[in-house]
């Protein structure tokens, strides 16, 4: 009887699966992994492998990754093995704009080893098992990968990598290809490992019998790992160069599943369009930092071929204004649940999100009822619980609850003009559709908006310049109320004389800590009423909690005059959405973190009734605007409230800065105050200008037959108004407008709110008018 060895070795030409065969058993990996797909159909055109009417067909597809199943799908009924070989080869030659498939094509060229190269019996039958282990390993990729690791085998980096992926087809072929690579010991060491794991899957396939055979072989026949070779294949397996790991350092990133920047803007800041960067990242782009500077650097050096400038312009980057804030990490973690229970949800059951074309829930809130809490219902509890989170962001008033449901939410997001219209428009479609692979893409989507909302660094947004006209957006939204904050003294000893609640017993830890959440906020929102309650909540259970929350929240004291309506918003969403129901110790953190903002603004501070405005900054002349910050304040002082803003420009310059302030004063309610006002007037002759000296304006700049001037102290607008009749000239009024005359590249300027108007003082390296 022949030995299992000889009947590998016989059976290997059999067994050993075609081109076409390995193409098509890895369909999960290049949907995933082929996000655009226009360089490798230009190489495959070039080979002549593709027809006209081919192209047709895959152009119709609508979504990326329906157009690499048409592609493959094409394949497998086209193309014999020499032509599926050739696209095997196309593919190698395009490997540079897929990252993801790099470990992949790596291990098609190890699988396809010339016969010369002597191979160990375990490594020839992990070769020609790969693809039979990679889609049946499942949940057994991670308990091996851990042995392998206890052995030596992994060291902590492959581990982490096989960790931070998602799907487990292909934690398995990342698995599967370390192996190979560090030869037949790590093989055999893998073999030891599945069939701890699983013995039923390592019975079918011959295990026993193999590991048999190789323990009986002297002890030196077997091939030696060392240190010095796990390190040069380590280097060969990630799908890593050396300028994206250089760029990573710089930014502080590691590989895995953590989000923590916006790569986006780190696009924007090394100088391509934000639209082409946005767009490259949503067609298949995972949302985790890694996956996205990875496709970012491959992107930069698609476009300029030139490693240098990036590392260049990497290097003047400053890490703090591409960072999230913590509320934006946890939010984004938050997320990236869902996508876990999207994709496991996809592989173990892959019809079971076809319900979702009912699009009922879209416009309910039946999806947060706790009475079943599937798979379904907690993604759709994750989604609404985002979107609502976005609206205490984004609105000036967001609606609790509103009645068209998830979509109704979206709508209102939509109106406010604060997140981008197309992103928005795109989470909706796909949530309308329903399937599971628009839901991943809903996710991408969902993530960088997301991302734009949730900077570190609160700063001034600026738009496109057109004519050197720079429109100005606060990074976050600030709401001027008659709240004036509460002395820290009585916020501890509102926390500090909390009766511990009598939780259940048997609650599980999520359910402590939402209930000791609620009791917090209960205690906090009760020192802002007239007569407290003097309620401790010792014996209560959440629901009374909750009750008592909730009818607080609806007294005038709270509402959007009186108390920020954002965070408001926020401490409804504790409320409503809980996570020891849910399961879902993201979300705990969550209302954490909201109870933590609570805490810092209920303190005393100029913020809560004042706030100035920058709406526009007008360069005059060919430099350009880089960026406008906020450096200290709001401060009153003086019987006045002052701030610093920076402004950093490509080179010494002139610019008009236009604002605003809104204040909140006891008795007059919330103003706005733009004064002294400016005017634009054109179409203006020498004369008109020459009269204009003597009307008591102050001229700011003169440009292409344009004049910006102030009105003068005393009825200064209407005199300006009669000089334009006079004149027949176009009178524009502009608002209230500093002129700037910058020394460096960098000046700071003060601005003054005081007696009812505006003023303006040189700060650092400037000179105002």
Known sequence: MASSTERLDNSGAEEKQTVKARLLSSQVLLVDALYNLSPLLDSVISEGLLSRENLYEIDAERTPPNKVRKLLEIVDAQMDESGSSSFMECLRKCKKHYPRLRTWLTSEEDYSKPAGIKQGPAERQLQTQFNVLCSRMGCSVLPVSFELFSKGIL???????????????????????????????????FYDALQNEDEQLAEELNVNSLLEDLNKEPEGSSVPIAVEETRRHLGAALPLSGGLQQVMSRLGLTVGDEIRFNVCEVGVAIGLPRRTVREYFLEGVGIEDSAQLEALVSLYIEKTKDADRLLSRVTELSSRWVQLSERGCLLLRLLQKAETLLRSGIHSHRHSWDHLHDQDHLRSWDHLCPDDCTDQRTVWAIFSFLVWDCMAEVLEEPEAKPSGGILGMIEQLSASGRVEAALLQEVEQCWTEGDAESLLQSVRVLAQVLRDLHPLQEGLQLSSSVEGLFSCRPSRLHRVTSFQGVSPRVIRKALSSMVPSSVDQDATPLARQYMEVCVRIARLLDVMQPKQTGVYFSNSPIATVIQHV???LSNSAFNSEAFDAGVRHRLMSVLEFNPAQLGLGFLMQLHQETLSELQTYLQLGEHHNFQFILESVRILGPAKLFSVSRVHGPVAIDNGVEEVIRFITSEPTLFLVRLHCLCYEEGRGRFKVCAPRCACMYLLKAEGLRDMQ????????????????????SDGWDELQALAQRHSAQLRDEGCCFKVKTLGLECEVKFIYRSGRLWAVSHRDCEVN
């Open 694 to 713: 003597w009307c008591g304006g102050n001229i700011l700049a003169e440009v292409g037959g344009k004049v910006w001037i102030r009105e003068g102290e």
């Open 550 to 552: 909730r009818f607080v």
């Open 155 to 189: 060291i902590q980096f492959e581990l982490e990598k096989i960790q931070a992926i998602l799907i487990p087809t292909q934690q398995a072929q990342t698995l599967l290809s370390i192996c190979l690579k560090k030869g037949e010991k790590a093989c055999k060491s």
